[in-house]
């Protein structure tokens, strides 16, 4: 099992920028993927964007982002710290929810870091409220 613990969120104004994390500890060696996902209320919760675990054959991390956000967050890892973050620039009114974290040890697709059901364990989550 692995344990996640995000944190950074917070209140900004559109437009502006917050950096969140995700640090996991426990069984990290067999994670596959790490993605954050976003719920609003009254509303289902959403896949945001998504990173492999693993280096591809180009060594770089495979990353996959919700077409809402792409261009806006960037998500990436410090296998060092075990640390995900997901840094989102030009937060817009259609942003703000709970942001969870979680981990998948199944394989899956690229395409497939983005679905709730390929993960097992998931973070408590942080608030990121936008508004001027």
């Known amino acids: 099992q692995v344990q996640l613990v995000e944190s950074g969120g917070g209140l900004v104004q559109p437009g502006g920028s917050l950096r969140l994390s995700c640090a996991a500890s426990g069984a990290t060696r067999d994670v596959f993927a790490t993605a954050w996902f976003r719920q609003a209320p009254g509303k289902e919760r959403e896949g945001v964007s998504g990173?492999?675990?693993?280096?591809?054959?180009?060594?770089?991390?495979?990353?996959y982002y919700a077409t809402s956000v792409r261009g806006r967050f960037t998500i990436s890892r410090d296998n060092v710290k075990n640390v995900v973050y997901l840094e989102m620039n030009d937060l817009r009114v259609e942003d703000p929810a709970v942001y969870y974290c979680?981990?998948?040890?199944?394989?899956?697709?690229?395409?497939?870091?983005?679905?709730?059901?390929?993960?097992?364990?998931w973070g408590q989550g942080t608030q990121v409220t936008v508004s001027s």
């Open positions: 979680a981990t998948g040890a199944r394989s899956m697709t690229i395409a497939g870091v983005l679905e709730t059901e390929n993960y097992d364990s």
């Open positions: 990173i492999l675990n693993k280096r591809s054959a180009g060594g770089r991390y495979q990353t």
